[in-house]
């Protein structure tokens, strides 16, 4: 097999590539019966010399490859038919902007797996960005908070920015003494903790957070999804009855809302579970929160204040709680500040792409390299040759334009 690493197409630009240099070489030197090349970006955080430097073959036409690794979805004019492609796709829950997307895989006889949907036995993802989404997330946020308040500057992350830099530049600085909310357990709420731990943040418990109305060091505490909601027949909350019948709870996060300063989001949400602040609660005079940074970045979902994504040339932007609008970022002290980067991990575009391979390593390419058959790569094929598999055929309507 002739493997590819594409050239990133998407706009807004990312940053990020399947394999880091080293790691392609790696695999290059353990499976000489194949060969991985790299196609020429002058967007990649890692520069085609860097390839090079490793002995790795740098292309502009890759169209004799029969894999090609990318990270966001393909343009469609980039596509080169009866190709096997691997990407985050974004088509699989119906996403309404990326039909075209799947009706160009269809036409063009497409073999397509999507890393969503890398999963193990258990169903759960074996290659995510997530914790480091909650990284860059709780940094926007802060650095958001420096610039809402005139305190500090933090760096704009550029291409080569790294975890280092990251904590080095939080570590430069005063942080301002407030209370922090993180919402969620998983990935995304791990990193953005891991940063606050490692600037010296203080850990506080539901009850001491709740009861304590200033601190006099930045100080955070994480909420998971039981403690933002609760049953309306006042029975006792559990996931397995949350998840079937989300539509039976309701938002108990004021209790929250009125003792936080910051919000750092990072839960996951359904389309028929509780809205956590809703327009009636943002413009709420008890409502404390004035920066609020959405890392999972749900789109007028559970917090009414992202009415749309921001991107890293402009992270932020103010929402009116009385205009229901959005308005330029920092404008106003009665409107609520808001991060909502979809994209975060690509302001760690070295570290990600190290961390994201590595994963891809282990799960996909040895397997696919040794010629072995994977379950996991199976449970992700979307397509194969332009026809819909099993797992995915519920959208043959959608592909069709119904």
Not at 44 to 72: N, P, Q
Not at 201 to 207: G, H, T
Not at 220 to 231: E, I, P, Q, S, T
Request: aromatic share 10%; proline share 4%; net charge negative.
């Amino acid at each position: 097999m002739k493997i590819a690493l594409i050239k990133e197409t998407k706009i807004p630009e990312d940053n990020r590539v399947a394999l880091a240099p080293k790691q392609v070489a790696d695999l290059n030197r353990r499976f000489p019966q194949h060969e991985i090349v790299v196609q020429s970006s002058d967007i990649r955080g890692y520069s085609d010399d860097e390839y090079r430097a490793e002995g790795v073959k740098v292309l502009s036409d890759i169209s004799d490859c029969d894999i090609l690794f990318g990270i966001k979805e393909a343009q469609i004019a980039s596509l080169i038919p009866n190709k096997h492609y691997f990407f985050f796709g974004h088509i699989a829950k119906l996403q309404e902007y990326n039909r075209p997307l799947l009706q160009a895989f269809i036409e063009k006889k497409i073999t397509f797996c999507d890393y969503e949907y890398l999963v193990d036995d258990r169903g759960l993802r074996v290659c995510a960005f997530g914790w480091w989404a909650g990284v860059v997330g709780a940094y926007y946020t802060l650095r958001g908070y420096g610039l809402k308040h005139k305190l500090y500057e933090l760096p704009k992350p550029d291409r080569r920015f790294t975890l280092q830099q990251l904590l080095k530049a939080l570590q430069s600085v005063d942080m301002p003494k407030v209370k922090v909310l993180v919402t969620g357990a998983g990935r995304v709420s791990q990193g953005a903790q891991y940063v606050l731990d490692n600037i010296g943040a203080v850990k506080m418990s539901e009850e001491a957070y709740l009861l304590t109305d200033k601190v006099n060091k930045l100080s955070y505490c994480v909420a998971d999804v039981d403690r933002l909601v609760k049953r309306k027949d006042g029975g006792v909350f559990s996931w397995e009855h949350f998840t079937k019948h989300a539509g039976e709870y309701v938002s108990d996060f004021m209790r929250f809302a009125c003792q936080t300063d910051v919000l750092i989001s990072a839960h996951f949400w359904a389309q028929d579970a509780p809205v956590y602040l809703d327009v009636d609660d943002l413009r709420r005079e008890d409502m404390r929160i004035r920066m609020i940074g959405d890392v999972t970045c749900d789109i007028m979902g559970s917090i009414k204040s992202t009415v749309r994504p921001a991107t890293h040339a402009d992270p932020y932007y103010d929402y009116n709680p009385q205009t229901e609008k959005d308005e330029p970022a920092f404008s106003s002290d009665k409107n609520i500040s808001v991060m909502a980067v979809d994209t975060c991990p690509n302001a760690l575009a070295l570290d990600t792409s190290e961390y994201f391979g590595k994963m891809l390593m282990e799960h996909v390419f040895e397997p696919l390299l040794s010629g072995k058959h994977s379950a996991v790569i199976d449970r992700s094929m979307i397509l194969k040759e332009g026809s819909l598999t099993d797992r995915f055929a519920y959208l043959k309507d959608f592909a069709e334009g119904r």
